[in-house]
């Protein structure tokens, strides 16, 4: 027999995985917001030969990781801390410094929260939505990923977690497609480097506001020299 408690936490279960299924959905490649046709800079280091083996990938994806943690992980970090999102806005509009990346990110931002706003309730996301429409802020996924997870009430870490998988995750099946590689490969050097993906969330949720961006230089270098490559297949 049940008791009323066991039923509480019974209902609390479900109401929770729902809520962590939302946010699978969220970041599942079929989600229409662009995420699919943004390579990151990937085509670039493949037709310079910088990735053109699994071990390539691995090394690749493991920068990417360290580079995220001082960025899209960390500012998604922020906004669900309750930082001003104004300001968390102006800094991220700083420090993408690529164009294609920049406008990549503002995209993606402006699709998600139109979905999500029309899906459900989402205060905090209406809130950006209006402050992106009205111009006070320019919108980036990273920022809405975090005021997202905050509204849904996951556990913080475990969703950053996923969100950095998905990332790496597009990353492997683009750099499959373009060098071209195994599926097998790409997933084996996925497999490698998502192990460290943890670690990696618990830096960015410790990072202090001055340190954000403080590292991708190299990544910012080849994603400018995307936008001018002879041929291409992605947008960034």
């Known amino acids: 027999m049940h008791t009323g408690t066991d039923m509480a936490i019974h209902m609390k279960g479900i109401i929770m995985d729902s809520k962590f299924i939302r946010l699978v959905q969220s970041l599942d490649p079929l989600f229409p917001i662009g995420s699919y046709t943004l390579s990151n800079g990937m085509e670039t280091y493949v037709q310079k030969n910088v990735v053109c083996s699994r071990d390539q990938l691995k090394e690749h994806l493991e920068s990417y990781l360290y580079m995220l943690t001082f960025n899209d992980l960390a500012f998604a970090a922020k906004a669900y801390a309750g930082c001003d999102v104004r300001e968390l806005d102006r800094i ?68 950053l977690e996923l969100y950095c998988y998905s990332i790496l995750s597009s990353m492997a099946n683009h750099a499959v497609k373009l060098v071209p590689l195994r599926q097998l490969d790409g997933q084996k050097a996925l497999y490698d480097v998502e192990k460290k993906i943890p670690d990696a969330v618990r830096r960015s949720m410790a990072m202090e506001m001055d340190e954000l961006g403080a590292s991708g230089c190299g990544f910012d270098i080849r994603s400018m020299q995307h936008e001018n490559l002879f041929s291409r297949l992605y947008i960034s």
Do not use: N, W
């Open 92 to 159: 991220c509009s700083a420090l993408k410094a690529p164009f294609e990346i920049r406008s990549g990110s503002v995209k993606q931002c402006i699709r998600f929260l139109k979905l999500h706003t029309e899906l459900d309730d989402y205060p905090a996301l209406e809130q950006y939505k209006e402050q992106v429409d009205s111009g006070e802020c320019s919108g980036h996924y990273c920022i809405a990923m975090g005021l997202f997870i905050k509204e849904t009430g996951v556990d913080l870490s475990e969703a």
